[in-house]
């Protein structure tokens, strides 16, 4: 696996590097500081994953994914970012992203979401649509808990939305619940069905459409 890190910060660059090597020992890092540095690297050989800054200097924001997402298309593309703006994290998957991941995020939940993109799923952080000061979203006093909106969900289903949200993979959704990973996607089936969707991503942007309050 060939896994390209572009951040214009040498020790976050670094450290995140030694951090994927946890996804695979054997994965071929390429780190480098601008976007288009990237897109040279990108050229000369495939990768099958970018992570990139979305703060950057030269080429950067929509911009830099955007070009970064021309030049890898067969790569999946994850923007790095401190931004908490729901609006920019959805913005971002709607122009390919396979993912939004906060730089304050803890190793587990990086390598975490990680193993989802790598496994064909999409991750967003729970702020890509629980954020109450957000000016895409209107009053709180306007959100709806999940019961509200789905009287139909049980409490156990209720219990994986949460971790959906997360973007746990099932694997560790069943360590939470201490169920199998079969009993997981039985929930997962009939969440979807209940909310009237087909995959994980369009379960969170059910939830953010509908203005749903997990917390």
């Not at 957000?134 to 006093?141: I, K, P």
């Not at 709806?144 to 209720?158: H, Y």
């Amino acid at each position: 696996m060939r896994i390209l890190v572009v951040d214009d910060h040498a020790l976050f660059r670094e450290g995140l590097g030694l951090l994927l090597k946890q996804l695979d020992s054997q994965a071929q890092l390429q780190l480098v500081a601008s976007a288009e540095e990237a897109i040279q690297q990108i050229h000369q050989v495939p990768f099958d994953l970018v992570l990139l800054d979305w703060n950057l200097n030269g080429l950067t924001g929509m911009a830099g994914l955007q070009a970064v997402r021309e030049a890898a298309e067969a790569a999946r593309v994850v923007i790095l970012s401190a931004e908490r703006n729901s609006q920019l994290i959805r913005s971002c998957i709607d122009a390919g992203a396979s993912g939004f991941i906060h730089k304050d995020s803890s190793p587990e939940l990086l390598i975490s979401a990680m193993r989802l993109i790598l496994s064909g799923g999409v991750f967003l952080p729970s702020d890509a649509f629980l954020h109450p000061t957000d000016n895409a979203f209107d009053t709180v006093d306007n959100h709806k808990s999940l019961l509200e909106a789905f009287p139909d969900l049980t409490r156990r289903q209720i219990t994986a939305i949460h971790a959906l949200v997360r973007g746990l993979p099932n694997k560790l959704i069943a360590r939470e619940m201490s169920i199998s990973e079969d009993t997981v996607k039985q929930h997962l089936s009939a969440i979807y069905r209940i909310l009237n969707v087909q995959n994980r991503t369009q379960v969170v942007y059910e939830l953010a459409k509908r203005k749903i309050q997990l917390t």
